[in-house]
């Protein structure tokens, strides 16, 4: 029994009617994966899971491999998944709650900046931020 089928809200999960190969998929086909996801009841806990557990292959949450693993770059060991997600200070965060998918682009903006702000102290952390924004060029950020 995998991890995903321990957890009780992967009983409503779209992809339970799916070959669990589908969410392996690679390529364009991850896009397939991603719509199917996105209309998935319990894309959240799905990619909260996937982002708890370090789970290497595959599409969860909407999010694929390449993706997650931008995120775990960018946030600290220690990051409490659900909490960043439910009172998100990230546009990135929001935006994935909302089922946007951030660029590339995006993703590496936000490492940069989570990389500044912890090097940064408590008292200087807003110009730190000002400053790394204006480093990215991330002034929409
Ligand atoms: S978010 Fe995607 S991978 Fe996760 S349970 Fe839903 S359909 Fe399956």
């Known amino acids: 029994m995998s991890l995903f089928q321990k957890q009780a809200w992967a009983t409503h999960g779209v992809c339970t009617a799916q070959d669990p190969d589908t969410l392996f998929a690679t390529g364009a086909a991850q896009r397939q994966v991603r719509q199917m996801c996105l209309s998935c009841p319990v894309r959240m806990d ?29 946030m600290p060991e220690d990051t409490d998944w659900r909490e960043w997600f439910a009172f998100p200070n990230q546009e990135v965060a929001f935006d994935i709650r909302a089922g946007r998918i951030p660029t590339r682009e995006e993703l590496y903006k936000l490492t ?28 929409n950020l």
């Open 112 to 139: 940069v900046l989570m990389a500044e702000a912890r090097k940064c102290s408590a008292s200087a952390a807003t110009k730190c931020e000002e400053n790394s924004l204006e480093r990215v060029g991330a002034s």
């Open 46 to 74: 799905c990619l909260i899971e996937a982002l708890e557990s370090k789970i290497a292959f595959g599409v969860w949450g909407g999010l694929t491999e390449r993706e997650r693993r931008s995120l775990l770059r960018a």
